[in-house]
T-cell receptor, first 114, second 115 residues
Framework: AQSVAQPEDQVNVAEGNPLTVKCTYS??????LFWYVQYPNRGLQFLLK??????LVKGSYGFEAEFNKSQTSFHLKKPSALVSDSALYFC????????????FGTGTRLLVSP | NAGVTQTPKFRVLKTGQSMTLLCAQD?????MYWYRQDPGMGLRLIHY???????AKGEVPDGYNVSRLKKQNFLLGLESAAPSQTSVYFC??????????????FGAGTRLSVL
C-alpha cells in the first residue's frame, strides 16, 4: 500500500531563513505526491503536486518541493520563511489500489519566529 | 464563492446520542470525502463517494454511516456516539477530470466532543 512519512512533528525556523519540511514516500508504482497546508481553525488547502516531469515543483505562496526518486523523498521548501507560514503541513500520496484516494501523512507543524 | 461548507462547526454530544454532519459543495464535484483528524494521526478517511447515490468505506468506517442523495451534499451520521469519536471532522470534494481528481477542496471542519 502507498504511504508517506513525515519524520518531524515540528520544525522551527526564524523569519527570513530558508525552511524545509520533510516527507518520504513508499509506493508500488509511479508516485503522485501532494502537499497541503492547514492554517488554524481552517480546512486543508492544496499547495502543490508532483505527477511527472521536472523534479522541482513550484506551488502557492512561494513554496516549492523537490522530488528525489533515489531517496524516495518529496521535501517542501521555501527560500525565505514568513511568520504567516506558521501552520500544519501535510504530505500526501495517491493510493492507486482501487479508487485513487489520497493517503495523508501525520503532519508537521511549522513555527516561524519573528 | 463558498466551495465546501460544513455544518455545524461545533457540537457536544452525550454518549449514545446521534447526529448528522452536513457537507455541501457548489463546485459540481463528483467525488466527496469524510475525514477525521486526531492529534498525531493526520487525516484518516472515514467514507467517500464517487457520485450521487454511491458511497464506500474508507480506512475507519466503523460507527459511521453516510448518504449522498444529491450530488452536492454528503451527510455523515453517528447513530450512537462514543467518546472515541471525539475528533475534528473534515469534508472534502474533488473533480473528475484526470489529475484534477486528486486536488481536494476542504471545508472548515466540525469539532465534535462526545462526553
Amino acid at each position: 500500500a502507498q504511504s508517506v512519512a513525515q519524520p518531524e512533528d515540528q520544525v522551527n525556523v526564524a523569519e527570513g531563513n530558508p525552511l524545509t519540511v520533510k516527507c518520504t514516500y513508499s509506493v508500488s508504482g509511479n508516485p503522485y505526491l501532494f502537499w497541503y497546508v492547514q492554517y488554524p481553525n481552517r480546512g486543508l488547502q492544496f499547495l502543490l503536486k508532483y505527477i511527472t516531469g521536472d523534479n522541482l515543483v513550484k506551488g502557492s505562496y512561494g513554496f516549492e518541493a523537490e522530488f528525489n526518486k533515489s531517496q524516495t523523498s518529496f521535501h517542501l521548501k521555501k527560500p525565505s520563511a514568513l511568520v504567516s507560514d506558521s501552520a500544519l503541513y501535510f504530505c500526501a500520496v495517491r493510493d492507486d489500489t482501487g479508487f485513487q484516494k489520497l493517503v495523508f501523512g501525520t503532519g508537521t507543524r511549522l513555527l516561524v519566529s519573528p | 464563492n463558498a466551495g465546501v461548507t460544513q455544518t455545524p462547526k461545533f457540537r457536544v454530544l452525550k454518549t449514545g446520542q446521534s447526529m448528522t454532519l452536513l457537507c455541501a459543495q457548489d463546485m459540481n464535484h463528483e467525488y466527496m470525502y469524510w475525514y477525521r483528524q486526531d492529534p498525531g494521526m493526520g487525516l484518516r478517511l472515514i467514507h467517500y463517494s464517487v457520485g450521487e447515490g454511491t458511497t464506500a468505506k474508507g480506512e475507519v468506517p466503523d460507527g459511521y454511516n453516510v448518504s449522498r442523495l444529491k450530488k452536492q451534499n454528503f451527510l455523515l451520521g453517528l447513530e450512537s456516539a462514543a467518546p472515541s469519536q471525539t475528533s475534528v471532522y473534515f469534508c472534502a470534494s474533488s473533480g473528475l477530470a484526470g489529475e484534477l481528481l486528486n486536488i481536494q477542496y476542504f471545508g472548515a471542519g466540525t469539532r465534535l466532543s462526545v462526553l
